[in-house]
């Protein structure tokens, strides 16, 4: 399979050593130097991007007839206009906030964990995420699936960085070193605490995700979720 990588930092160098570990082969390795010029004649394009560059990314790409797969964060608010280009020009898409096998597993823990917790209201419901010192939005965008998925299996309304109002899920992003991510979601009384916590050791766990989910998209159309590359629905 020939992979287009959009972004070509950290992660970009990490999801290029497992895609040509696994057989594919790179036929752009785009950052700000340079175009798109081979970007056609990719199977799939993989974007690891920052938020300013994700929508000329995969913008470009449906241009191209190439499906994407997209992990750059905090670009979001402009998410239904990409599946609308997706839909009209007949591509294939998969946005993630991460494509960690580890984290999707916890996304549906954290959903049914949420799902139980909201019958009792003596737990306040509240998130830590810490990354990198490089990570550029801040919460994480795995921290917002987080409170979404909450969100969708409870009364809470919405997340907030400051102080939480009582139908608010306190989100405490920290930026330490090199920290791959880590992911608390912590339901607290009065009486004790339940927490569960996702931890990356290094960034093999983003890329390998990454990776498999462009091999499960190419030749498909249509908007994804990793639900369906990991058949979690």
Sequence with gaps: ?????????????????????????????????????????????????VPTAAVDNISNSFNANVPVVSGTTGWLEHY????????????????????????????????????IMSQFDSYNVSMEEIHHTQKLDAPSGTAISLAKGVIENSAYA??????AKKDEIFIEAKRIGDVPGTHTVTYNSTVDSIEIKHTAHNREGFALGAVIAAEWLAGKKGVFTMKDVLNLK
């Design 158 to 163: 919405k997340w907030t960085l400051e102080e």
């Design 1 to 49: 399979m020939k992979i287009a990588l959009l972004g070509y930092g950290k992660m970009g160098k990490v999801i290029e050593r497992i895609a040509l570990e696994r057989g594919h082969e790179i036929v752009l390795k785009k950052d700000e130097s340079n175009s798109f010029e081979g970007l056609s004649t990719a199977d799939v394009a993989i974007d690891f991007s």
């Design 80 to 115: 239904d206009e990409m599946v609308t280009l997706c839909n009209e020009k007949q591509g294939g898409f998969i946005s993630s906030s991460n494509f960690s096998l580890g984290v999707n597993i916890f996304f549906e823990l954290n959903e049914y964990l949420a799902k």
